[in-house]
């Protein structure tokens, strides 16, 4: 966004910024499952329980969600074509930092839920 305005390169960047942060958080759950498969044996790991696992399979499906809808505003954004550059006045722009504040909470969530997960899976 460059002088109060957005042009359809700066949304671009972002959603292929969104969607590839989003595909590492679940990438990063999908190990951290995989993870405690490996330390079920362990004596000195404890596994994670049922409710820690169906937080992190809720935590995928949230994940997977925003990930749906960053597509669905990249499939409109060619109807919306004719009125780029946008002002913080058109509905899109609302939208659109609708949506980044969203990507900052979620990243905020997966940080918290995966930085306890790891000390206790790890070593």
Known sequence: MKGGKINMIDLDFEYKMWKNRLNLFIKEIEIL???NEEVKN???IAE????ELMVLDEH???LTKHVNRIKVQENELQFYNKDF???SNHQYYKE???LREKMNDVSKIHF???ADLIVALGI
Not at 48 to 51: G, K, P, S, W
């Open 48 to 51: 994670l329980n049922t409710v």
């Open 96 to 98: 659109h930092t609708g």
């Open 85 to 87: 550059p946008i002002t």
């Open 60 to 62: 995928i499906d949230q």
């Open 42 to 44: 362990e004596e000195f």
């Open 33 to 35: 499952k995989e993870r």
């Open 112 to 114: 918290n839920r995966v």
